[in-house]
């Protein structure tokens, strides 16, 4: 996921080290491309190109660059292919102004079109150019940079934040609509970036920029204006005292909650760069022609693969079996051929269980692609064609956010597979909101009385299987109470012998499923146990349920999805209440590169 990083100082200095360092702190975002600009006086000093910042800062010696404003943008290719033209930033088109952006302008192809007509030069396919041209076609009417960007601002659709600036003046101005933004304030200079960490090595006195707020940064201050008025806002600065690990949870108590909470954004991301992948259709079309196709992943990366294969059967009539890694070597290697198609999916890109599937399954013949959040992975290196996660760094070492991008991949896949309304697609990060806001509370009111019991079932049926399997591994890695996740029919055939008084059975319950979970509430609460469903608002729930934790309505395949967000929740709380770090759970590593 993209980031800036601009600066303002009182001298002409180096700027170059400064911008690269900042950079770096960048770089967990995820990026596939750098750039550096510098101003000073009647000059633009641009370098950028797509790779590595050590890379691109040797061989454009970026550290050596000067002047008394710069920026810095790392990039995650959405519009347009990683390469130099289209890497951050992006000159105006006679070559006096230069802006980057993070986010996504999503009529990015129209304004392009506009702008050409308009005869603006436009020379890459990249949204952040849009930006700056969306300024540059005010500032040619004559109005002041305030001014040029609320105008712009009606004409940039989507969520993003940019920073510009223009030969022979002493500021920078950027404006914050969905995309992170905070400003710093230090001795001689001000800066502003798409997140605390990488401006704290610089100054702890910030300001933290709300949508809709446009920020011109001096070396002496910085000024804010409301972009629907041009009004001044009057903001106090505050300083930072935190730690810096405490500051990179962004007020959050754990990385694992902030991930959770991060969800509705990386979907939102997710969707966008998949609507422009190249990488869907050559997959798509593999798909469509196969013998057999197979899902195959680890832990939660499994689940995925579960959850993928309800819905590639229920939305497009394909089936694709999903597979433990190791178990795929050891029972499906010797039916594969060229005919078939394997997705291998994995946050981290590196888990050996699955390259080894990967590696056995290419000899075979086997086309191979694959599902990660970790851009130049060994396995996007492996396989013929990868989608990226877009989750930005995970830290925490139960995947959470990870988990609904590989499941939004799948459905996204399933949905153009199956001809379905993709549109539609863009409700889940509205509904993964409400469904963190309105859940986070009634998950709170159960947890005292769960959290007694070191014994627990998760029980599933049809897509939300995936699910009670996902919920049962969170509780038991973080903590590490027992909890079985099943098929909920399933629970007759030998573990309902376990119910006892109290005992708590989690029931997920997918719309389309309510009578037949009805039948397994039943079985336990009639035995004495506590039957707590998850499902949307439901009178036969409410009836038959112990408690019921209510999802916002949608459909059987978002619900599913929805369904999981409590289940990480209740884990996080539980762990959290029994003492336990959910961030670095015992015995266990994030990246598994062991058989
Ligand atoms: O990086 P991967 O997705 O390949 O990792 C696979 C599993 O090790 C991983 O999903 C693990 O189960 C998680 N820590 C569970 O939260």
Known sequence: MCGIFGIVTKKEQNLGSILVEAAKRLTYRGYDSVGVATLSGSTIDLRKDAGRVEDVAAKYKLT???????????????????????????????????????????????????????????????????????????????????????????????????????????????????????????????????????????????????????????????????????????????????????????????????????????????????QKSEAVKVILDKIKNARQVYLIGCGTSYHACQAGSVYFAQLANRSAVPVVATQFIEQFLPTLNNQDV???????????????????????????????????????????????????????VPATKTFTNQIIAFLYLAYQLGGKDMNSLDDLPGLMETTIRTTMLQVEALTPDINKWDDLYCLGYGATYSIALEGALKLKEITYAHCEGMLSTEFKHGPLSAVIKGLPILFVAGPNNVPLIVSGLNEVTCRGGRAIAIGEEDEQLKTNASDVITLPKSNPWFSSLLSVIPLQLLSYQMAVARGFDPDFPRNLSKTLTVD
């Open 64 to 274: 050596e660059m000067n002047g008394t404003r710069g920026i810095t943008q790392l990039r995650w290719a959405t519009f347009g292919e990683p390469s130099q033209v289209n890497s951050q930033p992006h000159l105006d088109s006679d070559g006096d102004m230069v802006g980057a952006h993070n986010g996504n302008v999503v009529n990015n192809v129209e304004l392009r079109k506009q702008f050409m007509a308009e005869g603006l030069l436009v020379r890459s396919q990249n949204d952040g150019e849009s930006c700056v041209h969306a300024v540059e076609r005010y500032i040619n009417q004559g109005q002041d940079f305030i001014q040029a960007i609320r105008n712009a601002y009606n004409d940039l659709q989507g969520d993003y934040a940019f920073v510009i600036g223009k030969i022979n003046d002493d500021k920078l101005f950027a404006i914050k609509k969905g995309s992170g933004l905070v400003v710093g304030i230090g001795e001689d200079f001000t800066c502003l970036s798409s997140d605390l960490p990488s401006i704290l090595p610089l100054t702890r006195k910030i300001i933290r920029l709300e949508d809709g707020e446009i920020v011109t940064l001096k070396a002496d201050g910085v000024e804010l204006h409301s972009v629907i008025d041009g009004s001044i806002i009057i903001r106090e600065a505050e300083t930072i005292t935190e730690e810096m690990n405490a500051v990179q949870k962004g007020g959050f108590a754990h990385f694992m909650l902030k991930e959770i909470h991060e969800q509705p954004d990386v979907a939102r991301e997710l969707l966008h760069v998949l």
């Open 342 to 396: 394997g997705i291998f999916v994995s946050q981290s890109g590196e888990t050996k269980d699955v390259l080894n599937a990967i590696n056995a399954s290419k000899e075979s013949g086997m086309t191979c692609f694959g599902l990660s959040n970790v851009i130049g992975s060994t396995l996007t290196r492996a396989v013929a064609e990868w989608l990226p996660l877009c989750c930005g760094y995970e830290i925490s």
